[in-house]
C-alpha cells in the first residue's frame, strides 16, 4: 500500500513538471530550438555591424589617402610655379643689371667725348679748322645721343623689356632680350633705328641678349 502511494505521488509531480514546461513554452512564444537560432540570428547581425563598420573604415582611409596624393601634387605644383617664377625673376634681374650696366658705359663715353670735343672749341690754341671739326662732331654726337634715346623708347613699346641702342660712325647696333625676338620684330626694329636716325638698313645690327 505505501508502495502504491510514492508511485502515485511521482506520478503527479512528473505531470506537474510537464504542466509548467509546457506553460512556459506557451507564455514564452520561444520554441526550444529557437534558442540556437535565435544565438546564430544575433551572432550574424552582429558580424554584419562588424562588417559595415570597417567598410566605413577602410573608404575613410580611402579618402584619407586620396587628400594626402592631391595635397602632394598641389604643393608639388607649387613649388614648381616658385621656381619657375624665381628663375624668370633672377632672368629679369641678370638682365636689368646688363642693360643697365651697358648704358653706364655708353653715356660715360659720351660724356668723355662731349668734354674732349668742348675743350677743343674753347681752347685758344685751337686752329679754326680744328674748332670747325669739332663743332661739327658735337653737333653729330648730339644728335646721335637723341636718337640713341628715341630709339630705346620706341623699342621697347614694340614689347622688350629692355634695350639698348648704339650708334657710331654712321652704324647702329640695338640689343634686345631675346625672347620676342624673331624676324618681323628685327626688321620693325630696324625701321624704328632708320625713322629715329637717318641709318640705312645695311648699317643696323639687331642683336639678342641671351642672359
Known amino acids: 500500500m505505501t508502495f502504491g502511494k510514492r508511485q502515485l505521488m511521482v506520478g503527479a509531480l512528473v505531470v506537474a513538471l510537464g504542466a509548467a514546461v509546457y506553460l512556459n513554452w506557451q507564455f514564452s512564444g520561444t520554441k526550444p530550438g529557437e534558442v540556437a537560432e535565435s544565438a546564430q540570428t544575433s551572432s ?71 668734354k674732349s670735343l668742348q675743350d677743343i672749341v674753347q681752347a685758344d690754341d685751337s686752329s679754326g679748322t680744328a674748332k670747325q671739326e669739332a663743332v661739327k662732331a658735337l653737333e653729330k654726337l648730339t644728335s646721335a645721343i ?32 631675346s625672347a620676342g625676338l624673331n624676324d618681323a620684330t628685327a626688321i620693325a626694329i630696324k625701321d624704328i633705328v632708320n ?8 648699317k643696323i645690327t639687331v642683336t639678342p641678349y641671351n642672359g
Open 44 to 114: 550574424e547581425k552582429q558580424l554584419g555591424q562588424t562588417v559595415y563598420v570597417n567598410t566605413e573604415i577602410s573608404e575613410g582611409a580611402k579618402a584619407d589617402t586620396s587628400a594626402a596624393v592631391d595635397d602632394a601634387k598641389k604643393n608639388k605644383a607649387a613649388e614648381a610655379k616658385k621656381a619657375k617664377e624665381t628663375a624668370a625673376l633672377n632672368m629679369d634681374t641678370d638682365t636689368n643689371d646688363y642693360f643697365s650696366s651697358e648704358r653706364k658705359k655708353r653715356t660715360q663715353s659720351h660724356d668723355e667725348a662731349l
Open 146 to 177: 637723341k636718337a640713341e634715346s628715341g630709339i630705346e623708347a620706341e623699342v621697347c613699346t614694340k614689347g622688350f623689356r629692355d634695350c639698348i641702342a648704339l650708334i657710331n660712325n654712321g652704324t647702329c647696333t640695338v640689343i634686345v632680350p
Open 195 to 202: 625713322r629715329q636716325s637717318g641709318i640705312g638698313f645695311d
